[in-house]
């Protein structure tokens, strides 16, 4: 534990990216092969499930520290991490600790199923017993994410440096679904044959939004175009009679979506297809807005199925008859995939093909991408057509050309501290638009990103300064400040207060020279729907 | 009810039985002032009193101005109030005010600390009625370790970059906490420059005690004497062009906001040293049970919370804005103000 605790310290104390990845090389030489798997699990997101609630955490590290609960929650308001504030306000210790990381994470496990009043003394017992920043890290196994900027392609560049295995070959090994509690570093890594996982995923290949001008990627005969569609970006496998399907963040979604299985029998085994998932109505897309109210939920009613039901829109085939075909040109593959998509064994399956343009000039590339909100898509993707498939994001061969976004002038009134390099901060913003008779400013959007740190730094002592009412970390302000707000798409909702959801709302620039009155009003935003 | 002792109004608190403010943020006929820091040291008072220790620290940053300086404890009276500083172990010249008038004694704290950093007079408890306190630090997250232990891991890790051939920038603010840093530096392991801003403020201070030599860095210091050797530059010197003259160098930052682990990434600073010249959660509760006064007024830091604790604690406690500050500007930004005059 002290080797992992000294590893994530290292991590968070660098911006460099050769640092941390020569830390993470040197761990992954150095640690106990349970350690290392664990690590790999814990970097790319599969820690074990929560063992504790987190509001018995607050109680217990209130205790310990003795301090009243209250107290606590205001001070983690502040601190912004819970995990983070357990360790600062627990009193210290520094004994002599050599647990290994692998066991403690077999603590967790086992410490699951146990009462509370177990739960608690095994907590406690190690609050007091563990140093500072080992407190910090145990707490943080139990919690949640580290947050200290190591992404898969990072880790998988360590491990590279430390196996000498190429990193595409890790990083398909380290797709899909394992576990750490029961595979070897031997299996995960180092073994040769990993065909007996029918589950695994292939790593997706992510484009780079262009840079400059469209024209620069050349000769224009040479790109397939085709719309970017604004869903999930999903891999649906069918193998050995089973189907799974991937969300993008490795995440196995095949429970969620149960209209989907239908596919199973429709595609022969042996099939992987890269796509996006949509909802779709008889062939007409949904707004990511109607996704999300599928996402994040694991059962689905009858109501919601027929509301709001998902497919598949297949822009790519990576593996046929068994074979991976990521090699292969774009076009080919494409060949592949258009030709199986054309005669299904069954009719009216929730699977379409994403629709691949070829243009004479650039000029009608951005024609057609001036049509992507009527056709509900982000933009466009352009895409080599004698482009192998790669593995992560990769400049070059695949791009994408957003179209640009919708914006609005909004006036800030609510703040509320952010987390991680922000802690302490208010840097998460609550933005609101004038109603009709200009009386009142109305919640549209939140916003947590745009700015420059110091501007950051100087709303956020505006803010202090300009404090209306404290509801716990939030704080309303004085109306006051008016700024440009970007997003991506916009939808009727009936989830939000103001009946319209923007798609990732930022901040795109602190309009000072604008008095609060000319903010723009609902109306003009209700007036960019696309009906 | 009377009129109190001290009164919080527009420019500072005030005294009216004597007529006299004390850290005035607005100008005033009469101030006295409890040390050298901007915001509670301001330009533009007709007459200020201070510690003697902290005059030439005044004279330095306000230049001519009217300056009556007295001993830690010499009881001077006003209009019948009886006035005297008392040391407040914040910083050189630092200093707690007692106010006592017909039996009521109040004390205002400035800043402080209650460890002893074998730099400045070590802070003592003043006995009083009303005790007048910040709270920068006035959460249970912070709890500082013992100086000694954090000098130990300053030096280590100057050691360290030296045996790598990368030289130290170690920031901390030009008043303060670049004297306490100066002050236990072990010069056995390299040379200690310093900017230009924090050289100028040493220079002042060795009047006052003895601190390691230390070379003013000049548009004619060498890049290659200053490899492997110890920086020490204020916060406002980071990302500046100045600094590209100690490449390759390792960044640290010594401050009580190091204690969060997003304060050390959002100043993207290699290493964070939680060091600071205000008490920590348990100092100010040490502190103010040692005053044995009932009533709190707190001034700056996290007055709200605090003043909650205290009075579930059983004070009478309260809080009273001011433009000290705590919270709202952390020590870079005032820092950079210090530099900017």
Known sequence: MKRFAQLIKTLDSTNKTNEKVAALA??????????????????????PSRPVKTTWLREWAADLANIPMWLFEETYHIVGDLAETIALVVPASEQENEKSLSAYLADMIALKPKKEAEKKAYIQQHWNRLGYYERF??????????????????????????????????????????????????????????????????????????????????????????????????????????????????????????????????????????????????????????????????????????????????????????????????????????????????????????????????????????????????????????????????????????????????????????????????????????????????????????????????????????????????????????????????????????????????????????????????????????? | MNTPLLAFNDKGIYCAAADVYLDPWKPVSKAIISHGHADHSRWGHQQYITQEDNVPIMKHRLGDISVTGKKYGETFTINNVQFSFHPAGHILGSSQIRVAHKGEVWVF??????????????????????????????????????????????????????????????????????????????????????????????????SLTDFPETIRITRDTKKEELLGNMVLAPPSAHGSPWIRKMVPYVTGSASGWMAFRGARRRRAIDKGFVLSDHCDWDGLLAAIEATEATKIITTHGYTDIFSKYLRELGYDARTEATQYEGENVSEDAKEGKEVSE
Not at chain 1, 466 to 483: A, C, I, Q
Not at chain 2, 134 to 151: I, N, Y
């Open chain 1, 137 to 531: 890290v145990f707490t943080k196994l139990i919690t949640g994410g580290f947050r200290i900027g190591v992404s898969q392609k990072l880790m998988t560049r360590a491990l590279h440096q430390a196996t000498d295995i190429p990193e595409d070959e890790l990083a398909y090994k380290l797709m899909g679904d394992w576990n750490p509690s029961t595979i070897s570093f031997e299996e995960l890594v180092l073994a040769e044959d990993t065909s007996h996982l029918i589950s695994k995923p292939y790593p997706f290949y992510l484009a780079y939004a262009i840079e400059g001008e469209v024209r620069a990627l050349g000769d224009v005969t040479e790109w397939s175009v085709e719309h970017k569609w604004d869903g999930i970006r999903a891999q649906l496998i069918v193998r050995e009679g089973e189907i799974f399907i991937w969300s993008r963040g490795e995440e196995l979604v095949t429970d969620k979506y149960p209209e989907l299985h239908v596919l199973r029998e429709a595609l022969p085994n042996g099939t992987v297809l890269d796509g996006e998932l949509l909802v779709m109505r008889e062939g007409a897309i949904g707004t990511f807005n109607d996704l999300q109210t599928r996402i994040g939920r694991k059962t689905v009613s009858k109501k919601m199925l027929q509301e709001y039901p998902v497919a598949i829109m297949a822009y790519d085939i990576l593996e046929w008859e068994g074979k991976d075909l990521r090699k292969q040109a774009f076009q080919q593959r494409r060949n592949v995939l258009e030709a199986l998509l054309a005669k299904l064994p069954i009719k009216d399956v929730p699977l379409y093909l994403s629709e691949t343009y070829s243009f004479e000039s650039w000029e009608a590339v951005a024609e057609e991408r001036e049509r992507s909100r009527e056709k509900h898509s982000e933009g466009l993707m352009l895409k080599h057509k004698q482009s192998p498939y790669q593995v992560g994001r990769k400049k070059g061969d695949w791009w994408k050309w957003k179209v640009d976004p919708l914006t609005i002038d909004a006036v800030l009134t609510y703040a509320m501290r952010g987390h991680g390099r922000r802690t302490n901060l208010f840097t998460d913003y609550t933005f609101g638009l004038w109603n009709e008779e200009k009386t009142e400013l109305v919640t549209f959007a939140k916003a947590y990103s745009g700015l420059t740190d110091q501007e950051f730094r100087e709303v956020d002592a505006w803010i202090k300064k300009n404090t209306l009412e404290r509801f716990g970390p939030v704080r309303s302000v004085t109306p006051h400040w008016v700024f440009e707000i970007a997003f991506e798409g916009i939808a009727h909702s009936k989830r939000h207060k103001s009946g319209v959801a923007t798609r990732f709302p930022r901040i795109l620039r602190w309009r000072k020279d604008k008095k609060l009155e000319e903010a723009n009003s609902l109306e003009d935003l209700k007036g960019m729907i696309v009906e």
């Open chain 1, 26 to 47: 040197q761990y992954f030489r150095e640690a106990p092969d349970a350690d290392k798997v664990w690590t790999i699990a814990i970097l790319s997101h599969r820690r």
């Open chain 2, 109 to 206: 704290t400035g800043d402080y600390k209650t460890e002893n950093d074998l730099l400045t007079v070590p802070y003592e408890p003043v006995k009083c009625h009303t005790f007048i306190t910040e709270c920068t630090f006035g959460l249970p997250a912070f709890k500082w370790r013992p100086q000694a232990e954090v000098f130990e891991e300053i030096n280590g890790w100057w050691a360290q970059n030296q045996s790598e051939g990368r030289t130290s920038v170690l920031f901390g603010y030009s008043l303060g906490k670049a004297q306490r840093l100066l002050k236990h530096l072990d010069p056995s392991i390299g040379k200690i420059y310093t900017h230009a801003a924090i050289e100028n403020m040493t220079e002042v201070c060795r």
